[in-house]
């Protein structure tokens, strides 16, 4: 019996930097997984007649397709479904979410070895991927929105400052091993992909926040982590998955002028950090 | 047999820095007890109380402060200098590799899952991708729901605040229940398989007992109520498991223990940031130190 490559709809949004992660890992191991994308939330413009936003407009989330709410309880992308290969059944009981365990999940489905893991065979090594996943996720990932939605520039200011720590911290444990990359060798890994889609997305900040929202290119201190951008913004599986750069600067817009409806947007209004959104709460 | 075959028959061992109080570190020490004839290692209180005057009432409470100290090993192996930090002791190398450290407790129960070398149902990450997903998705929200919320409701100082915490963490349970109960058996995983899951809650589980001896009878987990009905039975079966029990700090002294949080005199980084008003998994290194 030829073995089956596994097979998923993957319900994503284009935009969307935590999808974006999944995106990366199933492109990483293209040839060992198929999916299928399908844009699962979308926005529509809609008049604001109260002028919450004081823009004239409000923008919703007007739709999440009823596949991804039936799947995923919190209804977020990524939401990665199993179908059955032959008889193309998708099994919405077996949904696997949350972007940095999809990341795993993809990588162990995938039955990769050796180099070709996101998560390194070596527990030592897999437990220092981990850390630092999650890390750069706190430090890097979720100040992001602090820098675009909240309306303080004292506010802004500190995320920034907080995100600038991130980098730092990331560059010092880079400069810990040999080449580019997180991993010696320039082995690709969980690491790499929880950071790189806001790493890509950095570059908003100038656009909507001023020229002293960009990072640093003249610090040493961040050195190690311009040459590792360098490095994944080259990389094939990686340039495959991102977003046109001024399609994204319009659409992030939103969240800049407060008119975006999101989980994430609406957490960071309330006060807490993007990875802290309540489901309920920040519910629209 | 020569000594080199016999040197990788040996079971992996560490130096264990840890404390009997800490219960992210005792989810560290539930994996290894879980694992206990394939790892061993040697406990190393690395943290601890120490009191000394509160010259300047700074805590209001006429008590006095409990500084805490720290042995330089874990302030060498870990830059966070938190508990539970495991430094492999290695032979060949002479002893502990320091800068080998696996740290933050979550990632510490699945490195010692891997170095164990187990399969099948001794994982607490199991080996279909799909139940490791949700072992892992629910590992992460019970350390949100169920876990964080502990330190609001004994640290925080507002009555209301104290309530929210309460009211979170007991949403989270009955989340937990309703989970549980998809699958049979009274543990996260079907066939009694212990799991990354169950260990992420029990260190918090077993100490919800003393919410009623500081805050009183309104903080106590209803044993009436159906939507709780399979945390409880998890607790009953878990709490009864062998290498679980082996674990468990005693429960006087640590409701003693506990006083110095519930009465602000505590000073640590997660009584800090959540004085701070941060809940405790979001802790600043920085900010929290003391």
């Avoid at chain 1, 604001?48 to 209804?75: C, F, I």
Wanted: glycine share 4%; hydrophobic share 35%.
């Amino acid at each position: 019996m030829a073995a089956t490559v596994p097979k998923f709809r993957y319900l994503s949004a284009w935009f969307c930097p935590f999808a974006h992660r999944a995106t990366i890992a199933l492109e990483h191991h293209a040839g060992r997984i198929n999916y299928e994308w399908v844009e699962a939330l979308g926005w529509e413009q809609r008049a604001d007649k109260n002028n919450v936003t004081g823009t004239g407009k409000e923008w919703w989330y007007h739709w999440k397709a009823d596949e991804l709410k039936r799947a995923n309880p919190s209804a977020l992308v990524p939401t990665l479904i199993p179908v059955d290969p032959e008889t193309n059944q998708a099994d919405e009981s077996k949904a696997v979410y949350e972007s940095l365990v999809c990341i795993e999940f993809v990588d162990e489905i995938s039955k990769a070895s050796g180099k070709d893991k996101l998560v390194p065979s070596d527990p030592y090594e897999a437990a220092r991927v981990r850390v630092w996943a999650e890390k750069v996720n706190k430090e890097c990932c979720s100040p992001y929105y602090g820098v675009l939605v909240r309306k303080e520039e004292s506010e802004r200011k500190e995320h920034f400052e907080q995100l600038l720590k991130g980098l730092r911290s990331f560059s010092a444990e880079l400069a810990k091993t040999p080449g580019p990359l997180f991993l010696a060798d320039a082995q690709m890994s969980k690491v790499e992909l929880s950071l790189i889609p806001w790493a890509f997305r950095f570059y908003v900040f100038e656009h909507y926040r001023g020229s002293e929202y960009v990072i640093p290119k003249d610090d040493p201190s961040l050195d190690a982590y311009h040459e590792w951008l360098e490095h994944v913004l080259s990389v094939d599986a990686v340039k495959r998955t991102l977003p046109d750069k001024d399609k994204y600067l319009v659409h992030i817009g939103k969240y800049a002028d407060s008119s975006a409806r999101s989980k994430v947007a609406n957490a960071v209004r309330r006060g807490v950090a993007a990875h802290d959104l309540d489901d309920e709460k920040d519910e629209y | 047999m020569t000594s080199h075959t016999a040197r990788q028959l040996t079971k992996p061992h560490f130096r264990y820095l840890s404390a009997w109080f800490c219960p992210f570190a005792h989810r560290a020490t539930l994996a290894l007890e879980h694992h206990a004839t394939r790892v061993s290692y040697e406990w190393i209180e690395a943290l601890g109380w120490e009191q000394r005057p509160d010259e300047n009432n700074v805590t209001g409470t006429g008590k006095e402060w409990w500084y805490h100290w720290k042995s330089p090993e874990l302030v060498r192996c870990n830059p966070s200098a938190l508990v539970p930090t495991l430094i492999p002791v290695v032979e060949e190398e002479e002893g502990a590799v320091e800068e080998k450290a696996v740290y933050e407790s979550l990632v510490c129960i699945e490195f010692v899952d891997e170095i164990s070398g187990a399969s099948g149902k001794d994982r607490l990450v199991p080996e279909c991708p799909y139940e490791a997903a949700r072992v892992r998705v629910w590992a992460d929200r019970l350390n949100k729901d169920c876990c964080s919320p502990y330190y609001g409701v004994l640290v925080r100082k507002d009555e209301d605040e104290r309530k929210e915490h309460f009211e979170h963490l007991l949403k989270g349970l009955r989340a937990f229940s309703k989970e549980l109960e998809k699958t049979s058996g009274p543990l996260f995983l079907g066939n009694e398989q212990l799991s990354k899951a169950d260990l992420s809650l029990l260190p918090w589980a077993y100490r919800y007992y003393v919410f009623e001896h500081y805050r009183g009878k309104e903080y106590v987990i209803p044993k009436d109520d159906p939507s709780l009905r399979a945390y409880h039975d998890w607790c009953d079966y878990i709490f009864n498991l062998d290498s679980m029990k082996r674990t468990f700090p005693d429960k006087d002294q640590y409701l003693e223990h506990i006083g110095k949080y519930a009465d602000s005199s505590a000073r640590s980084k997660v009584a800090n940031a959540v004085r701070r008003g941060v809940s405790a998994h979001d802790l600043d290194d920085e900010k929290d130190n003391y």
